[in-house]
């Protein structure tokens, strides 16, 4: 079974507080994908990435940054939390085989 | 237009109902078809995978892909209070390089017992 794991379930955060989200995956998966998702939008995708140290910007990369310096873990990064970034942040990483997306648990992040 | 449109519900129905949940889709170069299931606050997890047209059935799951009127379905038979949830559909071109899935908003479905 595909595993994919994210640091933290629940996360509280200040504004203008750097924050790191993690995901790993055990599966060798060359692409994985950062997502948020909020009430009335759906998944949004905030940035993707192919390989090792490759990333492209997804749909909302603004205030994101990521970081996949090893084949399971990809990194995202808010360089300076706002409160419109409230919201339930999902990693998935991709079976190429069948181009199908495993997601991770999610982590809710609050900014206040 | 939206590239994928999936009506949000909510969807209530009694236990034992058949569930008819749908998508359509204006991009015609979408080739592999999903639906997703996701329980609250939680990440959403893969039920259906297809590709192309036709018909894929699973259990209680059947998943229906009209490339003719881009239009695919998800139906639930015997539903059961453990099917509530969202389901989302999602869909992808089989171009090289695409890396992207595209998502619907997702339907809330209840299944009240």
């Known amino acids: 079974d595909v595993k994919v794991t994210q640091s933290s379930r629940y996360l509280v955060k200040r504004t203008g507080e750097k924050v790191f989200l993690e995901c790993v995956q055990d599966m060798d998966h060359e692409n994985m994908f950062w997502y948020r998702q909020d009430p009335g939008l759906g998944l949004r995708l905030i940035y993707f990435s192919y390989d090792v140290k490759m990333k492209e910007k997804g749909d909302i990369p603004e205030g994101y940054s990521v970081s996949r310096e090893k084949k399971e873990r990809f990194s995202l990064i808010l360089e300076s939390a706002s409160t419109n970034q409230t919201s339930m942040y999902l990693c998935a990483s991709t079976d190429l085989s069948t181009d199908t997306q495993y997601f991770g648990p999610g982590t809710r992040l609050t900014v206040l | 237009q939206k590239e994928v449109e999936q009506d949000p519900g909510p969807l209530s129905v009694p236990e034992g109902a058949i569930v008819s949940l749908n998508c359509t889709y204006s991009n015609s170069a979408f080739q592999y078809f999903m639906w997703y299931r996701q329980y609250s606050r939680k990440g959403p997890e893969l039920l259906m995978y297809?590709?192309?047209?036709g018909n894929k059935e699973d259990g209680r799951f059947t998943a229906q892909v009209d490339k003719s009127s881009k239009y695919i379905s998800l139906f639930i038979r015997d539903s059961q209070p453990s099917d509530s949830a969202t389901y989302l559909c999602a869909m992808k071109d089989s171009g090289a390089g695409s890396y992207q899935l595209t998502f619907g908003k997702g339907t809330k479905l209840s299944v009240i017992p």
């Open positions: 297809t590709y192309s047209s």
